[in-house]
């Protein structure tokens, strides 16, 4: 099982970035998937959700209005669309898959920075 994150980067801030998740050797479509982020000395934060088939969402109160989490369960893959990047955005993303088993991605490193 493998999720692979990719899209993060360097950005400035008010500025956007898409995030995605490509899931192999899973059913993808039977297993909730949420991205995270961790920034340096805070704990782990949970971002967004989705579940299974897309038709329940949640995000924390600071990205709300400002990030899209969405998944194509054709593609195996989930994405984080995030617009009006801040700083305090700054952190290693991953996502994690939670079904049957649950599983984490290796993280991607967004940095909001002028």
């Known amino acids: 099982v493998q999720l692979v994150e990719s899209g993060g980067g360097l950005v400035q801030p008010g500025g956007s970035l898409r995030l995605s998740c490509a899931a192999s050797g899973v059913t993808f479509s039977t297993y909730a998937m949420s991205w995270y982020r961790q920034a340096p000395g805070k704990e782990r934060e949970l971002v967004a959700s989705?579940?299974?088939?897309?038709?329940?969402?949640n995000y924390v109160d600071s990205v709300k209005g400002r990030f899209t989490i969405s998944r194509d369960n054709a593609k195996n893959t989930v994405y984080l669309q995030m617009n009006n990047l801040k700083p305090e955005d700054t952190a290693v993303y991953s996502c994690y898959a939670r079904g049957w088993f649950t599983y984490w991605g290796q993280g991607t490193q967004v940095t909001v920075s002028s």
């Open positions: 989705i579940s299974s088939t897309g038709g329940s969402i």
